[in-house]
């Protein structure tokens, strides 16, 4: 892991698609990651695998990756990858990021199925 002392940190872009979960497994310094199992990596490994997409969900919920600081991150998927440490995160920061978030994905409901953004954004 890069030695940055953010509490937010973009991992990697949506440039790379289907592949980020690849290169999360293939990127990550492994010994700074809990919560997953080395089963996990190997399932991310091939975008092709059948797990593939169902193991990155459980990743993303369940990883918690510490620098060498000591600092805790959590996974954020949303089609970019972020690292986010919350508790070191300012409450404008959180404000910022996650309503940019849902600033976004309200533009996009909204254009593609307005009838949901209500059920979606609740």
């Known amino acids: 892991?890069?030695?940055?002392?953010?509490?937010?940190?973009?991992?990697?872009?949506?440039?790379?698609?289907?592949?980020?979960?690849?290169?999360?497994?293939?990127?990550i310094k492994r010994d700074c990651v809990t919560g997953i199992s080395d089963d996990n990596y190997d399932d991310l490994l091939d975008p092709n695998n059948e797990l593939y997409w169902d193991t990155w969900e459980l990743v993303c919920n369940n990883a918690e990756i510490t620098d060498h600081n000591g600092n805790k991150y959590s996974l954020h998927y949303d089609g970019d990858?972020?690292?986010?440490?919350?508790?070191?995160?300012?409450?404008?920061?959180?404000?910022n990021f996650f309503e940019g978030?849902?600033?976004?994905?309200?533009?996009?409901?909204?254009?593609?199925?307005?009838?949901?953004?209500?059920?979606?954004?609740?």
């Open 1 to 27: 892991m890069k030695k940055i002392n953010d509490p937010i940190i973009l991992f990697c872009d949506s440039s790379s698609g289907v592949y980020i979960p690849q290169r999360f497994a293939n990127e």
């Open 81 to 95: 990858l972020w690292l986010l440490d919350l508790e070191r995160m300012t409450d404008d920061e959180k404000s």
């Open 101 to 122: 978030l849902i600033s976004w994905k309200h533009y996009n409901l909204r254009d593609y199925a307005m009838n949901r953004v209500a059920i979606i954004l609740k």
